[in-house]
């Protein structure tokens, strides 16, 4: 492959994008088993031992496990962490928050998202946090259209969080997806109308806001894999799987199986 095919764009078919959504519901329904599991003495390593378990029960493989030498099939994140954060035996308590992030491999093509969990009763602050966050994921979607270009996902994400006093992350971002875990375009959470590649059916994309409390400063910690923020306020992070499909987003993922297992 030339340097340059190897950055471009790979808009897929009908046939892959229905590929894509059984990968991508995978992994919903993979969180939608974390869901139930999401209580205060639980450990992020027994939601990654049952998230592995599931995945291979489903033909697909998980998507992030071995990749770039993650160790883990979740990334699970406690509040001040934002994403990244690698499983451990600390058990989750009361007020937490808790970004899990879980990939599948089905077919040949990747599906990816993630679910910002509260632990009980969190703080007001916290709690409005999430709910803002989890706003600015379907505002970025309603603007993946045709009519729009890349950079207008980010431009209203980045209104809405800023609206409310938050960071939005600027060192990670959203992308593509298909048959690699990211592809091209990079979709950031932030940008200036009117940017970036023209959106075209076809295009398959995370878009994944990650927003802060605090600072949209983020620091990388010992572990070399945990991201969080600069100054320890805690961060939401949601992200679905979507295709463009006649001019419209079309989102491959679900959080149905979390609201159920939620009770929502």
């Known amino acids: 492959m030339s340097l340059l095919g190897k950055f471009m764009i790979r808009y897929k078919t009908s046939e892959e994008i229905a590929i894509m959504r059984e990968a991508a519901q995978i992994v919903s329904r993979t969180l939608g088993l974390v869901a139930k599991k999401m209580h205060p003495g639980t450990t992020p390593k027994e939601l990654d031992t049952m998230a592995e378990a599931y995945i291979r029960s489903q033909n697909a493989v998980p998507g992030f496990l071995g990749l770039y030498g993650c160790p883990s099939t979740l990334l699970i994140s406690v509040n001040e962490q934002v994403v990244h954060g690698l ?128 600072t949209e400063k983020v620091i990388t910690l010992d572990d070399k894999w945990t991201i969080a923020t600069a100054d320890g306020l805690p961060s939401a992070h949601f992200e679905h799987d979507v295709a463009v499909v006649d001019g419209q987003a079309v989102i491959l993922s679900t959080f149905d199986y979390i609201y159920e297992a939620l009770g929502k």
Request: charged fraction near 25%; proline fraction near 5%; hydrophobic fraction near 30%.
């Open 87 to 214: 499983p451990t035996d600390r058990p989750f308590k009361e007020g937490d928050i808790v970004s899990v992030d879980c990939g599948s491999f089905y077919k040949g093509y990747y599906g990816d998202h993630a679910y910002t969990f509260e632990i009980g009763e969190v703080r007001p602050e916290v709690k409005k946090l999430c709910e803002v966050t989890k706003e600015c994921l379907y505002i970025g979607i309603d603007q993946c259209n045709t009519a729009n270009r890349v950079e207008d996902i980010g431009w209203a994400i980045q209104q809405h969080a800023e609206k409310h006093g938050y960071g939005v992350v600027r060192d990670l971002v959203g992308h593509g997806l298909g048959k690699n875990l990211h592809e091209e375009p990079q979709v950031p959470n932030f940008g200036r109308r009117g940017r970036g590649k023209r959106i075209q059916n076809g295009l398959t994309i995370a878009i994944e806001p990650m927003i802060n409390l605090g």
